[in-house]
């Protein structure tokens, strides 16, 4: 999948005839909160860190959210959030957010996210959580993510890729020098299971049937008139027809 680069008298790491990457589509993006808020201790929650929220309103400061989870909405700062794109590419998170989203307990070893470095606007940077026996040892490693002219990347710079997809599924396969192979997008509350909510459908009950009340006429009669509110569906009345034909049930008097 990689291609090994050549140096050239410029000493500038670049591809030879190689064409320009052909960008896969951007998808949909999402919004995931980047804190608890309220933070104030004993007050209840209505947005949790890592995740999603619809936003209702921005003033460009400010924002009102909408919970995934809860459904509460709230006022926040515009920097409490994130615009997540194909689940792992996170735009305006810093370094500590990166780690501090990895280290919530739905992570497993391995998950990851990409994020723009802070230090160089030509980089982007990957985050990978490695988890150990111990909980106290748990880390998140970072690798800086270079861009070559052409646009194309690496960690390595044995190896290099058409895009961050192309690198996200070779270092999915393998490992490659990282801390770990690359399990999963960082965990998104709220993303996993979205789908829109359904009203639930009305029961309606009818009344218990008293067999006593009815006939045997109610039962075998071939048609039903649109103002026949028996309480006998068609479907019991097959029913009981198959059965009493099997059993020769027909031989009871079902008149009252």
Partial sequence: MGTCPIRCQSNLTILENEPEPARPPLQESVIVSLCDYPSFDHTELTMCI???????????????????????????????????????????????????????PHNQSGAFLIRESETNRDCYSLSVL????????????????????????????????????????????????????????????????????RPVPTAIRRPTVNWKDISRSVIFRKKRTESDNSLVSEGLREAITSYLQMTEGNMHSWDT
Avoid at 79 to 96: D, E, M, P, Q
Avoid at 139 to 145: A, D, L, Q
């Fill in 50 to 104: 890592g995740e999603r929220v619809t936003i209702i309103s921005d003033d460009g400061d400010f924002m009102i959210v909408r919970a995934t989870t809860t459904g509460h909405e709230s006022y926040i700062p515009t920097n409490y959030t994130a615009k997540v794109t194909h689940r792992w590419l996170f735009t305006g998170i810093s370094r500590y957010k990166a780690v501090e989203l990895l280290m919530q």
């Fill in 130 to 197: 490695s988890r150990t026996n111990s909980s106290y040892l748990d880390s998140v490693k970072h690798y800086r993510i270079p861009q070559l002219q052409n646009g194309w990347v690496y960690i390595s710079p044995g190896v290099t890729f058409p895009s961050l997809h192309h690198l996200v599924e070779h270092y999915s396969e393998s490992a490659g020098g990282l801390c770990g192979r690359l399990t999963g997008p960082c965990f998104i509350q709220g993303l996993e299971n979205d789908r829109e909510a």
